[in-house]
């Protein structure tokens, strides 16, 4: 797809890391920033044509409006807000959904192939809440779900079991954060099932490393504020299976009808968004805690849509 044109709404840490990781792929032709912030959006327009022009990528970067983020190939909202002191998770929650809102918005209606990418969190509530009010068919709408936390996974699987992880398959899957769910019967090194071949001195503690999963992005943001490398790394690897129509297997978080919200499985990924869901095999405690996350979040949205 030559000539693809990429939106990023929100260009704090996470959306400057993500536009950093595109122009140095140059898989866009243009890269729109958009944000509130218009002083620090015509900061990062700036900073960032300097890495175009020293790794002499095809990327050109500029501001823009919502309007023309809506009509671009790809639109990925990193818009969100910080924790203030003395705040409940829950106040900071019903902001994150007001961003969004008014961003989606704003960028209504969008190219009816627009790809929309959510990464602000909550990521599940706020890919459904974008999915309803983008009115994009639910193939084209996507949000970032545990694609990170599989990656980590299998890097801490990887450098545990002595097997580069190109060659390890495991997936996290469901509601992002504290309910996600490692897909360890389906896990496979080699292709063979990891139960299967790794031998006594390389077993490995999988309630263990599936808490450090979870838990690293918090250790992250505490020592630094953002996680803004990987999760920039993650959407540049998301863009370009779309540009290019890859059709590569990620697991992100897309509309699940029978429950009627999003959260994580595996997609087969290509230039029109979903192209199809891929079937993994779970165990019966997997499927059911995938299940009830899946139920708590939609007896949420619910309950937040009220003011949509
Ligand atoms: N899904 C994940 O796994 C994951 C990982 C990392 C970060 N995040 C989320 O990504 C979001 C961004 O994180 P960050 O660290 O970059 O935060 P940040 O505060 O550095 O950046 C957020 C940016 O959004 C902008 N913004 C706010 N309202 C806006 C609006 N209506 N329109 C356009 N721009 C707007 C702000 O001005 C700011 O520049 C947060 O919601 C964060 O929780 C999610």
Same mark, same amino acid.
Request: glycine share 6%; with cysteine.
């Given at each position: 797809?030559?000539?693809?044109?990429?939106?990023?709404?929100?260009?704090?840490? %996470?959306? @400057?890391? @993500?536009?950093?990781?595109?122009?140095?792929?140059?898989?866009?032709?243009?890269?729109?920033?958009?944000?509130?912030?218009?002083?620090?959006?015509?900061?990062?327009?700036?900073?960032?044509?300097?890495?175009?022009?020293?790794?002499?990528?095809?990327?050109?970067?500029?501001?823009? /409006?919502?309007?023309?983020?809506?009509?671009?190939?790809?639109?990925?909202?990193?818009?969100?807000?910080?924790? /203030? $002191?003395?705040?409940?998770?829950?106040?900071?929650?019903?902001?994150?959904?007001?961003?969004?809102?008014? #961003?989606?918005?704003?960028?209504?209606?969008?190219?009816?192939?627009?790809?929309? $990418?959510? %990464?602000?969190?909550?990521?599940?509530?706020?890919?459904?809440?974008?999915?309803? !009010?983008?009115?994009?068919?639910?193939?084209?709408?996507?949000?970032?779900?545990?694609?990170?936390?599989? %990656?980590?996974?299998?890097?801490? !699987?990887?450098? =545990?079991?002595?097997? #580069? @992880?190109?060659?390890?398959?495991?997936?996290?899957?469901?509601?992002?954060?504290?309910?996600?769910?490692?897909?360890?019967?389906?896990?496979?090194?080699?292709?063979?099932? +990891?139960? =299967?071949?790794?031998?006594?001195?390389?077993?490995?503690?999988?309630?263990? !490393?599936?808490?450090?999963?979870?838990?690293?992005?918090?250790? +992250?943001?505490?020592?630094?504020? #953002?996680?803004?490398?990987?999760?920039?790394?993650?959407?540049?690897?998301?863009?370009?299976?779309?540009?290019?129509?890859?059709?590569?297997?990620?697991? $992100?978080?897309?509309?699940?009808?029978?429950?009627?919200?999003?959260?994580?499985?595996?997609?087969?990924?290509?230039? =029109?968004?979903? %192209?199809?869901?891929?079937?993994?095999?779970?165990?019966?405690?997997?499927?059911?805690?995938? @299940?009830?996350? #899946?139920?708590?979040?939609?007896?949420?949205?619910?309950?937040?849509?009220? /003011?949509?």
């Amino acid at each position: 797809m030559s000539g693809s044109r990429i939106a990023i709404v929100g260009v704090g840490q %996470v959306g @400057a890391a @993500a536009a950093y990781a595109l122009i140095r792929s140059s898989i866009a032709t243009e890269l729109l920033l958009v944000d509130i912030n218009v002083s620090l959006r015509d900061g990062q327009v700036r900073d960032l044509s300097d890495v175009a022009y020293s790794c002499n990528s095809r990327t050109r970067v500029r501001a823009a /409006n919502y309007h023309e983020a809506g009509q671009c190939d790809i639109v990925v909202i990193t818009a969100g807000s910080r924790h /203030n $002191l003395g705040e409940t998770s829950l106040e900071q929650v019903y902001r994150n959904i007001s961003i969004v809102k008014t #961003a989606v918005d704003a960028m209504t209606p969008f190219k009816s192939d627009t790809i929309l $990418l959510v %990464v602000s969190s909550p990521v599940d509530l706020l890919t459904s809440l974008a999915l309803k !009010l983008s009115q994009l068919p639910t193939s084209q709408v996507l949000g970032s779900g545990t694609y990170l936390d599989s %990656v980590r996974l299998r890097g801490i !699987l990887a450098d =545990k079991t002595e097997v #580069a @992880a190109k060659s390890i398959d495991v997936f996290v899957l469901g509601v992002q954060g504290e309910s996600q769910v490692t897909a360890w019967s389906a896990a496979t090194i080699g292709g063979v099932p +990891i139960d =299967k071949c790794l031998s006594n001195e390389k077993t490995i503690n999988r309630a263990e !490393l599936s808490n450090e999963c979870k838990n690293r992005s918090q250790t +992250i943001v505490r020592a630094k504020g #953002a996680t803004p490398f990987g999760m920039g790394s993650i959407v540049s690897s998301i863009c370009s299976s779309i540009v290019l129509d890859k059709h590569t297997v990620h697991p $992100l978080s897309h509309f699940q009808p029978s429950f009627e919200c999003c959260f994580s499985l595996p997609v087969v990924l290509g230039k =029109k968004g979903i %192209v199809h869901t891929v079937k993994v095999p779970l165990d019966k405690d997997e499927d059911i805690q995938i @299940a009830d996350s #899946a139920i708590a979040l939609k007896v949420m949205i619910d309950q937040v849509s009220k /003011n949509w």
